[in-house]
Each structure stands twice: as C-alpha cells, then as structure tokens.
Nanobody, 127 residues
Framework: QVQLVESGGGSVQAGGSLRLSCVVS????????MGWFRQAPGKEREGVAG???????SYADSVKGRFTISQDTAKNTLDLQMNSLKPEDTAMYYC?????????????????????WGQGTQVTVSS
C-alpha cells in the first residue's frame, strides 16, 4: 500500500521560510515523478514543483527562485524548501507520486496524472 505523509506546515510571516517534507512508503517503482501541489480556498489546485527519479526538477513560475524541491532516496522523503514566503503562498500543500513520464515537459503540473496523494499540510503566510 502506497502512503504519502506530509509534514512541516505552519504559520509564518511574509519573508519567512518553511520546509515541507513528504515521507513515501510502499511505492513499487524505482522510476517515478513526484510533485508538490497547493490549493487555496476558492482556487484551483496548482502544481508548485516536480522532481523525477533522475533528479530533474521543474517549478511553477510563481515560486522559481524561492522554492526548492529535493529528494532523499535513502530516506524515501520528498522536501520542499520555501523561502521568501508571500501571503499568496497560503494554501494546503500536497505531495503526489506518479509514473516517470509525468515529469516530461509540463505534465508534472497536471494533478490528474498522479496516482497517489498525501493528506496535505497547511501553510499560512501573514503579511
């Protein structure tokens, strides 16, 4: 059974930092695409960052230069370092896992292509 469990959310002031982690267990394939998504109240879910099993990374324009996605394959964790946070970053953040091809081109942004999701962790940024 595949499980993804996020942690690290919280409340910070604008300009602050948070580090989200996602522990992945039971994923049966060595090739994969992992992504971080977020959804704010009343808004559509959006892709924040993606990383493939070969280490290639992708970012939404809104977070480039501020967020960094990384993975620790030994610990089966996926992290999202978020710096220079803005109030518009406030959302529920989710990690997701899918097939390797999902990370091709801009497919990583398409939530419907991922098979597995975590329960989410809330990030609130105050001005």
């Amino acid at each position: 059974q595949v499980q993804l469990v996020e942690s690290g959310g919280g409340s910070v002031q604008a300009g602050g930092s948070l580090r989200l982690s996602c522990v992945v267990s039971g994923y049966p394939y060595s090739s994969y695409c992992m992504g971080w998504f977020r959804q704010a109240p009343g808004k559509e879910r959006e892709g924040v960052a993606g990383i493939s099993s070969d280490g290639s990374t992708s970012y939404a324009d809104s977070v480039k230069g501020r967020f960094t996605i990384s993975q620790d394959t030994a610990k089966n964790t996926l992290d999202l370092q978020m710096n220079s946070l803005k109030p518009e970053d406030t959302a529920m953040y989710y990690c997701a896992a899918g097939d390797f091809f999902v990370c091709n081109r801009n497919n990583w942004k398409v939530g419907g292509l991922y098979h597995y999701w975590g329960q989410g962790t809330q990030v609130t940024v105050s001005s």
